[in-house]
């Protein structure tokens, strides 16, 4: 079960997310500049079908959203010199109102998580005691730091002593040759990985180490990745912001979901790499099933199901107190080690109604013996209902896996196709178009059979249940024609196009159903969501 | 490093051939009835960029001389000690291997409880990882 870090990449339809031009981190500016993550797939068919919605017009209004589905979420994405920008802003901004140099109030923000209002509150009420605790001390703005020769100093790290010795020191007062200092600051930058936190060298010294002393310290060379790095701790800190876990993207992703909205909705969003995953976990998308229950169903396969198949293909129970037996040689006559059950393996009823004929079971309609395979029947129903869905949650991942296969032939398919009948680049789109499709949707039919073992029976569930067949009905007819050959691809055309809009109908219907029920806690689930 | 010409009561050096590894034996001096008698050995690690970084202390067991793993909470039978200290959080390049050595001791001196850590058994059974790479929890202000 590792397939959680298969990244599908989505080449088509940038156009959707040709970003706008004002993008920027602003808390106060979410609503405007949120733009809707209308699924790229959507359009396809959105356009073909009888306007129903306003995608189709070119309307005067520019500032028209799509229409945005029900299991869709407002999110943005921004690059590394964005984020970097916005944490510059919010610095001056708070900076200016501390009456704090730039290099403390950063400090102060990484200290607080980013967290301006409860900042800037706790400075006005307790200055002395905020500067403190966020490792700055009184007069951070008086004596900028600098490096001195000390007479008589002797270094507590390597003991070295001397008059021409270069020694620094933060406000703290614990004093290192320059150095120890430096060969500190590379370690916790290069080797841990700190930067908005690294605390001076000193023991139990809670100072932090400032960007004006780091500067004074470190190379250029270092100073690159110290910036990285407190980016990427700005990020961590900003409950609003989480990067894309995709292999070398550098982009943030802003959604406003919180954490406590997880059991109502799945926040799945759409990296400008083409990467989608679920912004409340970071896992691939994982629509319909909510997090909570991905996370429950990931741990279950991972623990149970190669044991489950095992234990249902070569075990029973013990009749009285359902232990596990494997029967491993010797005769019918079992007797349960654990509560001392004498029973028959071949009808599972008691030895004793065997009377001595040993070995041969013939007492196969016993009232006793026929109880007790009812008994085992259910309790083997609940194993058999997981490996239900399990098989079928596999089945689909290994086929989103062969389906990729062939995304990356259909390259050289579309090649062919243009060389054998003269078709032009954008005449064999549809392949592509299509592939993408069919991944998508068994990425989501893959989770609705986790979705569905939690689910209780009810009317929603058969509902849930006929779109999902017909989901997979769409999907297998689209897969199928992939195998057709190069040949008869061309006459396939209009059909492929056809389906690939069918499947993309049907994945929305899916979802817009179970996001809808989600939002407004229709589902019964037999386990609770947390 | 530091050498020093006198160690503290109740710390022996045992071996400090190169740079790489030394053991030293400790004693709980103060008279603790939990450890009363017994010596135990530790053994340090030093990488190539201690003293920034920490070095990595653990318990070592044998019978000749007998030298058991200590009792306390916080201590697997392993070896492994779950102390700030030790930990990258918790180190500063200030610290020696005396002062590791006095700060065990009064570890074990200030411990009144003859157990394990919960889930010793577990972790000594499962644990793969090198002390410095397991994140600890440090959640015991008192010791």
Redesign the interface.
């Given at each position: 079960m590792d397939s959680e870090d298969d990244f599908n990449s989505s080449q088509m339809s940038e156009d959707d997310f040709a970003q706008d031009s004002d993008v920027e981190i602003d808390e106060g500016k979410d609503a405007e500049s949120a733009r809707s993550s209308s699924c790229d797939a959507s359009d396809t068919w959105t356009v073909d079908s009888d306007f129903d919605d306003d995608v189709g017009f070119e309307s005067q209004d520019k500032d028209i959203k799509p229409n945005k589905h029900a299991y869709e979420v407002d999110f943005n994405v921004f690059e590394p010199s964005q984020i970097q920008a916005s944490q510059h802003k919010q610095i001056a901004e708070v900076s200016s109102i501390l009456v704090q140099p730039p290099e403390a109030t950063a400090i102060l923000l990484r200290h607080m998580r980013w967290n301006k209002e409860r900042l800037i509150d706790q400075y006005m009420e307790k200055p002395e005691e905020t500067l403190e605790s966020a490792g700055l001390g009184q007069d951070a703005a008086t004596n900028p730091p600098k490096i001195t020769k000390i007479q008589g100093f002797c270094c507590?790290?390597?003991?070295e002593d001397g008059p021409e010795l270069d020694t620094f020191a933060m406000r703290c007062g614990?004093r290192?040759c320059v150095d120890?200092y430096r060969?500190?600051l590379y370690?916790k930058i290069k080797?841990?990985g700190e930067a908005a936190r690294i605390r001076c060298?000193?023991?139990?010294?809670n100072r932090v180490v400032d960007s004006k002393s780091l500067d004074l310290l470190v190379g250029d060379d270092l100073h690159d990745r110290y910036q990285e790095l407190l980016t990427r701790t700005y990020v961590d800190d900003k409950e609003k912001l989480r990067w894309c876990p995709a292999p070398n993207c550098v982009y943030a992703v802003e959604c406003a979901v919180k954490d406590r909205e997880l059991p109502r909705v799945v926040p799945t969003v759409h990296c400008d790499c083409g990467h989608y995953f679920c912004f409340g976990c970071s896992l691939n998308d994982h629509q319909p099933a909510p997090c909570s229950l991905v996370k429950r169903w990931l741990k279950k396969c991972e623990d149970d199901s190669e044991t489950a198949n095992w234990i249902s293909a070569n075990t029973k129970e013990c009749p009285k107190c359902h232990s596990t037996i494997e029967k491993n040689g010797g005769c019918n006559h079992m007797t349960c080690r654990k509560c001392r059950n004498e029973f028959c393996w071949m009808c599972m009823g008691l030895w004793s109604e065997h009377g001595t004929s040993w070995y041969n079971c013939n007492r196969f309609e016993e009232k006793s013996g026929s109880e007790a395979r009812d008994a085992q029947a259910k309790s083997r129903q609940s194993l058999e209902r997981y490996l239900h869905y399990y098989n079928r949650y596999a089945n689909h991942e290994q086929s989103a896996k062969l389906d990729k296969d062939i995304y990356l032939k259909t390259e050289k398919k579309m090649q062919q196709l243009q060389s054998s009948t003269g078709m032009s680049w954008i005449e064999v789109q549809y392949l592509d178009t299509a592939s993408h499709a069919l991944q998508q949707c068994r990425q989501t039919l893959k989770w609705t059979y986790a979705f569905a073992y939690y689910l209780a029976r009810n009317n929603l569930t058969e509902i849930f249940e006929d779109n999902q067949k017909d989901l997979e009905m769409a999907v297998e007819n689209l897969s199928e024609m992939f195998e057709k050959p190069i040949d008869q691809l061309q006459g396939l055309k209009v059909d492929m196009m056809d389906k690939t809009a069918y499947c993309n109908k049907r994945r929305i219907i899916l979802l817009n159903d179970t996001a809808e029920n989600l939002k407004q806690g229709n589902w019964e689930f037999n386990v609770a969501l947390s | 490093m530091q050498l020093h010409d006198k160690l503290p009561p109740g710390i022996v050096l045992v071996k400090a051939d190169d740079f790489q590894t030394w053991l030293l034996d400790i004693q709980v001096v103060d008279g603790n009835p939990l450890y009363a008698g017994e010596t135990y050995r530790l053994k340090f690690m030093f990488s190539q960029s201690y003293p920034i970084e920490a070095p990595e202390v653990v318990f070592v067991q044998s019978t000749d001389p007998p030298r058991p793993i200590p009792y306390h909470p916080h201590i697997y039978s392993n070896g492994i000690i779950c102390l700030d200290l030790l930990d990258r959080q918790g180190w500063s390049p200030v610290h020696n291997v005396e002062s590791v050595c006095v700060s065990l001791q009064s570890m074990l001196t200030s411990n009144t409880k003859k157990e394990r850590p919960p889930g010793d058994e577990n972790f000594v059974r499962f644990n793969t990882q090198r002390p410095r790479d397991i994140n600890f929890v440090f959640h015991d202000e008192r010791v």
């Open positions: 507590d790290i390597c003991c614990h290192f120890c060969q500190y370690t080797d841990e060298p000193g023991d139990k010294c | -």
